[in-house]
C-alpha cells in the first residue's frame, strides 16, 4: 500500500530535480552535472493485466548531448519479491528510451537499506540472468545536516536527510536545521518543503516533533499544514479552557475535586464531552450525576 512517507521520500527527488546528481556524488557516482532534467511518466505496463510503475522517473540530458534515466524508489520494508520488479522496471526502460538506467533506492530503513544495497541476481543454478543493482540512500549512506546554514544552501538534500534520518540520534537536530533555514525563505517555498517533509514523517514520533517545529519556527507563513496546526492548537486550547472550568464548577459547588476526578477531567480530550460534564456540574448534586454512576 502507496503511504504518504512512502510518497515523500521519492518525491522530493521531484521538488529538485538535480537532487539526484547530488546524493549520486554523495554515493560515489559522479553523473556531472546536467543540463536538463525532465519528469516522465511512470507507467511501465505493457499489457493490461498486469499494471507495473516505477515510483518517480527522471529522463536527464547531460552538457554533451548524452542522455539516461534515473528511476527512483521509495523502499519501507525488505520485499523478497521487489528485486524482480527493479530488474523489469530497469530492462524496460533500457529497451523503450534506448539509454542507460539508474536505479536509487531511498529508504529510512536501516535494515531495509542493508538488504537493498547490493547485487541482486536473476537466474538459476550459479549462473545469473539478469542482475540488478540498485544504488541506495538511507541513513548509513547519507550524512545528516545539522547545519541551518548548509540546510539552506540545499533544501531538498536536508529535507531528503531529516526524513532517511527520522529514527537517528540525530534526527531532532537535522529537523531544527532544516526548520531554521525554511524560516529565511519566501512562503512558498517553506511551505512546499514543510508539506513535504510532514508527509514523509506521518504520525511517527519524529513526525510530531517536526510538527510541534513548525508550529513554533514557521507560525508565521500559510500552508494546509500550519493551518492545521493552528486549528490544533485552537482546539487544544478550548479543551484545556472547558477541562478548567468543570474543575472550577465542581470545587465552587462545594464537591471534593479528588486526584482521581482531576486525573479523569484532565485525561479527557473530547470538547463535547468536557461541555456535557460542565452543563451537568450547575445543577449536580452529587458526582455521579455528572460523571455516571462509574465514578
Known amino acids: 500500500m502507496v503511504t504518504a512517507p512512502h510518497e515523500a521520500l521519492h518525491r522530493v527527488f521531484l521538488q529538485d530535480k538535480t537532487l539526484y546528481a547530488r546524493v549520486l556524488r554523495i554515493l560515489g557516482v559522479d553523473v556531472g552535472e546536467p543540463s536538463e532534467v525532465d519528469e516522465e511518466k511512470t507507467d511501465l505496463t505493457e499489457t493490461k493485466p498486469l499494471e507495473r510503475r516505477v515510483d518517480s522517473l527522471l529522463r536527464v540530458k547531460d552538457p554533451g548531448g548524452g542522455e539516461y534515466l534515473i528511476a527512483l524508489e521509495s523502499q519501507t520494508k525488505v520485499d523478497p519479491l521487489k528485486p524482480a520488479a527493479w530488474a523489469y522496471y530497469v530492462a524496460y526502460l533500457m529497451s523503450k528510451y534506448r539509454a542507460p538506467v539508474l536505479l536509487l533506492v531511498a529508504t529510512a530503513n536501516r535494515r531495509t537499506a542493508k538488504w537493498a544495497d547490493r547485487a541482486h541476481d536473476h537466474g538459476i543454478a550459479d549462473w545469473s540472468a539478469l542482475t540488478v543493482r540498485p544504488l541506495v540512500v538511507g541513513p548509513d549512506t547519507l550524512a545528516p545536516i545539522t547545519d541551518p546554514d548548509v540546510a539552506g544552501r540545499d533544501l531538498a538534500l536536508a529535507a531528503l536527510t531529516v526524513m532517511t534520518h527520522a529514527t537517528s540520534p540525530t534526527a531532532g537536530a537535522t529537523m531544527k536545521a532544516l526548520s531554521t533555514a525554511l524560516a529565511w525563505q519566501a512562503d512558498a517555498i517553506a511551505a512546499a518543503y514543510t508539506e513535504l517533509v510532514a508527509s514523509g514523517l506521518g504520525r511517527t514520533e519524529a513526525g510530531i516533533m517536526w510538527r510541534n517545529l513548525v508550529a ?30 468543570v474543575r472550577r464548577v465542581l470545587a465552587l459547588r462545594g464537591f471534593d475535586v479528588s486526584d482521581e476526578v482531576r486525573d479523569r477531567v484532565e485525561a479527557c480530550h473530547n470538547l463535547a464531552t468536557l461541555h456535557d460534564w460542565l452543563d451537568k456540574a450547575v445543577t449536580a448534586t452529587t458526582l455521579d450525576d455528572v460523571f455516571g454512576a462509574e465514578e
Open 216 to 245: 513554533t519556527d514557521l507560525s508565521f507563513f500559510t500552508s494546509p499544514l500550519s493551518e492545521e496546526l493552528r486549528e490544533e492548537g485552537r482546539e487544544e486550547g478550548q479543551v484545556k479552557e472547558a477541562a478548567a472550568s
